[in-house]
């Protein structure tokens, strides 16, 4: 895959967050956490455009938040 190198500000405490993914080994480094999450949020809206063209619009929010508890995609804390 071809990279291109960009310049982007985040909080501080994002970074400080992706360093110690790095420094645990959870991720191969500070380019890959952001790589990894990027694409993630790209997923996720692929995910939410396609349930739209399913549901003619966006899905009802009881439905979104059952399938997200259901595949464990939530904290339990936030799933209440």
Do not use: H
């Not at 990894?36 to 009802?60: F, K, T």
Request: proline share 8%.
């Amino acid at each position: 895959m071809r990279t291109e190198r960009v310049t982007v500000s985040l909080p501080a405490e994002l970074m400080a967050e992706a360093r110690n993914a790095v420094r645990r080994g959870s991720a191969r480094s500070i380019s890959a956490y952001i790589a990894d999450a990027v694409s993630a949020r790209q997923l996720r809206e692929r995910s939410l455009a396609a349930l739209a063209d399913l549901y003619g619009g966006p899905p009802p929010a009881d439905e979104l938040a059952l399938a997200r508890r259901t595949l464990r995609l939530v904290p339990p804390a936030a799933a209440v």
